[in-house]
Structures are given as structure tokens and as C-alpha cells.
């Protein structure tokens, strides 16, 4: 169990699993499943085409303090990059699990998606995903965790995603 300034990253491409996990984990005890897309709508650093995702993370984390000071742990399905929420740390302990696949999966994935939001740039997710595939570690107390999501079990990546989740959480 971690300490109580914990904050649960679930990052990735889009249509990797980032939405079924906070699905998954959303109502479970002592968790707050707080959406990166919803926050990013109320977040002037990201809004009107603003690319601010250092200050993202500084509104997405300010959020989750208020979340913690309820003795609960924010979990944020978002795509990002760990040193973009690291450049936002105060005194959070951030613990990333990464789903990662191959382009082709990424692609296929985002092709079938249906009654989501629409991705303007498939090939811009699969940078992402080689660019989280090349990250080996965060720096202590940080945490970096992967999942690779090609296999496209949904049930794995649910159980991958609560058991990485308490072991982080109460």
C-alpha cells in the first residue's frame, strides 16, 4: 500500500485500453476515476488548441490534491507522457501504467473505433507509442509500469489494470 499523496497514470495510445481500465476501476473503494479528456475541456491550458501539457498536468494535479484531501486516490486515464506530469509534480507520487501495442494494432484499433471521439491522426499514436516504449523508468518515488495490450484481451488488460491499481491504492 503507498503512501496517501499517491495519483494513478493509466496513459497510451488512443483505443488501447485507457478508458476500460478507468472503466473497470471506476466505484471501486478508495478510487476517484477522473477522466483526462474531461478534464482537459476545463483546463485553459489545453483549450482553444493549446498544447500547454505541463500545464495540463498542473490543473489535472491540482484536481487530484482536492480528490486526496478526501483520503481518496485519483486514477486519470489520459494520453501523455511521464515528463510532462513529472515537470508538473508538487507532492504527488505519480504511478504510470503504460498500454503499449504495435502500429499496426494502434492503427486497426483506431479505425474500428465506434461512437467515440473521432482521431484526427492515427499516425500521431503510434509516435506515441514508440515514444512510452522507449521510456525504461521514472525517477524514485515515481513508478513505471507497462502492459502490452497487442493481444487484444480485454479481460487481461482489466485484471492487469485493478491489480497494478491495488497495489498502489488502499
Known sequence: M?????VLVVTGAAA???STIGDHLRGR???VVIDGDVLGRGAAATSYGRRDYVG?????????????TNGLVPVVPCICLPDQVLAAVEDETVHFLALLSDPDTV???IAARTGLSDVPSPESHVDLDHRLREVVDVPAPHTWTT??????????TREVGAGWAAGHAP
Request: hydrophobic letters at 30%.
Open 147 to 156: 502492459h502490452d495490450v497487442t493481444a487484444g484481451d480485454v479481460r487481461r
Open 107 to 109: 492503427r486497426r484499433r
Open 2 to 6: 503507498d503512501e496517501p499523496r499517491s
Open 29 to 31: 473503494s478508495g478510487l
Open 16 to 18: 488501447t485500453g485507457k
Open 56 to 68: 495540463f498536468w498542473r490543473h489535472a494535479l491540482a484536481v487530484c490534491r482536492e480528490v486526496r
